[in-house]
C-alpha cells in the first residue's frame, strides 16, 4: 500500500532519532565518568584544590616566629590562582611550627623549623585566619580576592 510507507518512514525515523538520543545520553554520561575519574587524583578539600595542575603558582613566605605571631600579618591570594606556600618556624615558635589555615582546611608542620611547601588553589573568596591548631598565635590573615 501506497499510503503506509510514509508511516513506515516516520517510524523509522523516530527509531533512528530515538538511538541518536540513548547514544548521546551514553556519551554524556561516559563524558561525566571521565571527567570524575581525571579529577579524583586532584585532592579536593573543603574551599581549595589541593595539588593544582598546569597553571605556575604564586610562591608566597610565611614564618612561625618566637614571639607567636608570624612576619606576615596579611597575605593576599587570587581566587583560582594556585598557591605554592613555603612555610617555616622559629625552633623556638612552640605550636607555631603548626599552620592551620582556618575554614581553608589547609594545615602543615614545621617541625624543627624547616621549610614545608603546601600547594593549594583558593576557590572562594574571602578572608580566612591562620593560627597554630589552638589558635594560641596572632593570627594573621589570607585575604582572597576575585
Ligand atoms: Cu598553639
Same mark, same amino acid.
Given at each position: 500500500?501506497?499510503?503506509?510507507?510514509?508511516?513506515?518512514?516516520?517510524?523509522?525515523?523516530?527509531?533512528?532519532? /530515538?538511538?541518536?538520543?540513548?547514544?548521546? %545520553?551514553?556519551?554524556?554520561?561516559?563524558?561525566?565518568?571521565?571527567?570524575?575519574?581525571?579529577?579524583?587524583?586532584?585532592?579536593? =578539600?573543603?574551599?581549595?584544590? /589541593?595539588?593544582?595542575?598546569?597553571?605556575?603558582?604564586?610562591?608566597?613566605? /610565611?614564618?612561625?616566629? =618566637?614571639?607567636? $605571631?608570624?612576619?606576615?600579618?596579611?597575605?593576599?591570594?587570587?581566587?583560582?590562582?594556585?598557591?605554592? +606556600?613555603?612555610? $617555616?618556624?622559629?625552633?623556638?615558635?612552640?605550636?607555631?611550627?603548626?599552620?592551620?589555615?582556618?575554614?581553608?582546611?589547609? =594545615?602543615?608542620?614545621?617541625?624543627?623549623?624547616?621549610?614545608?611547601?603546601?600547594?593549594?588553589?583558593?576557590?572562594?573568596?574571602?578572608? %580566612?585566619?591562620?593560627?597554630?591548631?589552638?589558635?594560641?598565635?596572632?593570627?594573621?590573615? +589570607?585575604?582572597?580576592?576575585?
Amino acid at each position: 500500500m501506497m499510503t503506509e510507507k510514509p508511516k513506515i518512514s516516520t517510524t523509522t525515523l523516530f527509531l533512528v532519532m /530515538l538511538a541518536i538520543a540513548v547514544l548521546v %545520553f551514553a556519551g554524556l554520561v561516559y563524558a561525566y565518568v571521565s571527567a570524575a575519574n581525571s579529577t579524583a587524583n586532584t585532592q579536593k =578539600s573543603g574551599n581549595v584544590i /589541593l595539588q593544582p595542575t598546569g597553571e605556575k603558582p604564586t610562591d608566597i613566605y /610565611l614564618k612561625a616566629l =618566637s614571639t607567636f $605571631s608570624y612576619d606576615k600579618q596579611e597575605i593576599t591570594v587570587k581566587k583560582g590562582s594556585p598557591v605554592r +606556600l613555603h612555610f $617555616s618556624a622559629d625552633p623556638s615558635a612552640g605550636c607555631g611550627r603548626q599552620l592551620v589555615i582556618y575554614g581553608l582546611n589547609v =594545615s602543615t608542620v614545621s617541625k624543627n623549623g624547616e621549610e614545608q611547601i603546601v600547594e593549594f588553589t583558593p576557590q572562594a573568596e574571602g578572608t %580566612f585566619e591562620y593560627s597554630c591548631g589552638m589558635r594560641m598565635m596572632k593570627p594573621g590573615k +589570607l585575604v582572597v580576592v576575585p
